[in-house]
């Protein structure tokens, strides 16, 4: 019997256990967080692991309020110790759920802790975890330590990016830089959409009356977002759109919009499309690579939505839908030669053979894994969702080109996330090789694992690439 979560967990095999050595010290290229700027440059000091673990993440609340834990011990103003104490209540009842992997993979590296968080210990963890945090572990000491190479926040145009300038004069080690995330501009049937116009305006200031003075303001910001590093931009879609007859509506949706009128679901998908091939050309002549998110429905429970707002655990998967508009949406730009680099990340797993069949259509031509599926997201970024997810990219791409793991987080220590997909594909193709289903070439093999950890990734988003310390 194997010992809990020891050095070779997940890892079932000699081959297994020698393709992960030669990953795990490799650095880390996050390209889709949610970190916040300015903790970062402000170097933040947490007061407890509460703040630290439970402040911001939806995962571990979504699982407390399934467990039956009141809101206050929750996101309310309960005792911070009370709170610890309840999700170490939740944690024993989430065997195979990945928050028990991944809460007792941050408590060892970050902590020491290596025995099992539960009610009987939780006093004494917390207690323990809280000293470590005050002998200065600090936000970037928590970067430092977990060997990230680069950071890309999510940002929205209207962001004055103070933070970010604020890091790149002090040199940070880390690169953190702004990633171009629209989605208000697109969300033209949203409740302050013409508020939210208002702002980007001042922020680009620019005026904006037309359609024409939308599109240019959004280029000056994404100039600006570039100017300090920008790699990547990010679109949160509940579902692909694509209207032949964009441009002949999109000025029309956009007027109304704007003098506060109804507008037909015809016209917001015309806008739609018509500001999402303006952008995806502006991301190809600002080499910015484009990541699409799809199939999401958000705040789906009103009453909590109206309480504690958006991105606090009320959100679920949706069915991709129809992609043939994704095709479509990929076809038009690469008939005009002004398709990006692309990124899909379906939330509907089984979404994820027919879009890989979609992307695989947009390659070639020298472009390297130019356009392909994301790693498993969100719900999906579970073990059987990344070895499903991997498998499929085996048999359908080629996946020695995968750009890899991130961790779509607020937490500062959900690093460890990727340590948990490099153990999974380690193990992967560990037990390929045992099984004679790839040759027993462990350079080969570890070459594959190399470059899907860290230099694929750090290809595609222009990183100089350096060797593992």
């Not at 630290?52 to 979504?62: A, N, S, T, V």
């Not at 190479?149 to 145009?157: L, W, Y």
């Amino acid at each position: 019997m194997k010992k809990f979560m020891d050095e070779n967990f997940l890892l079932d095999g000699s081959s297994a256990e020698q393709l992960f050595k030669s990953v795990e010290k490799l650095p880390i290229v996050d390209f889709h967080c949610h970190l916040s700027a300015q903790e970062i440059a402000q170097d933040k000091s947490y007061e407890s692991i509460t703040e630290l673990w439970l402040g911001h993440d939806h995962y571990k609340w979504r699982a407390m309020r399934f467990h039956g834990i009141e809101e206050q011990y929750i996101t309310g103003d309960a005792d911070p110790r009370e709170k610890f104490r309840a999700f170490a209540q939740t944690l024993e009842h989430c065997l195979g759920n990945p928050l028990y992997h991944w809460s007792h993979m941050e408590l060892s590296r970050y902590f020491g802790i290596y025995e099992p968080l539960s009610t009987h210990n939780c006093d004494e963890v917390y207690d323990r975890c809280n000293r470590v945090l005050q002998s200065g572990l600090s936000a970037r000491k928590m970067i430092q330590d977990s060997n990230v190479e680069m950071i890309c926040t999510t940002d929205d145009p209207c962001d004055s990016l103070e933070y970010h300038s604020q890091l790149q004069r002090e040199k940070f080690q880390t690169l953190v830089v702004p990633s171009f995330r629209p989605d208000g501009a697109l969300r033209i049937e949203a409740k302050g959409f013409r508020e939210y116009v208002s702002r980007l305006a001042a922020a680009a200031d620019v005026e904006i009356s037309d359609f024409n003075g939308l599109c240019c303001a959004l280029e000056r910001r994404l100039k600006a977002f570039c100017a300090l590093g920008c790699r990547v931009s990010d679109h949160a879609l509940e579902k692909l759109v694509f209207a032949p007859d964009c441009d002949r509506l999109k000025v029309r949706a956009f007027e109304k919009a704007m003098r506060g009128e109804e507008i037909t679901e015809q016209e917001s998908r015309a806008y739609q499309t018509a500001l999402l091939v303006f952008l995806a050309k502006l991301y190809r002549q600002q080499n910015v690579a484009m990541q699409l998110h799809v199939g999401c429905m958000r705040n789906i429970n009103t009453r909590m939505f109206n309480e504690l707002g958006p991105d606090t655990g009320y959100d679920a998967i949706l069915d991709t839908g129809d992609l043939r508009d994704l095709a479509r949406l990929f076809d038009r730009l690469e008939q005009e030669d002004s398709l990006p680099r692309t990124i899909v990340f379906p939330l509907d797993g089984n979404a994820n053979r027919a879009l890989f069949t979609i992307c695989t259509s947009f390659g070639g031509a020298g472009r390297r894994g130019y356009v392909q599926i994301g790693p498993a997201w969100w719900f999906n970024d579970t073990k059987s969702g990344m070895e499903n997810q991997l498998r499929d990219f085996a048999d359908l791409g080629c996946l020695g080109d995968f750009v890899g793991m991130l961790t779509d987080s607020r937490s500062l220590i959900s690093y460890p996330r990727h340590e948990y997909f490099r153990r999974i594909l380690c193990n992967m193709l560990g037990r390929m090789m045992d099984c004679g289903e790839i040759p027993q070439d462990m350079e080969l093999a570890g070459k594959v694992a190399e470059n899907i950890c860290y230099y694929n990734a750090a290809d595609y988003f222009g990183l100089k690439q350096r060797q593992p310390d």
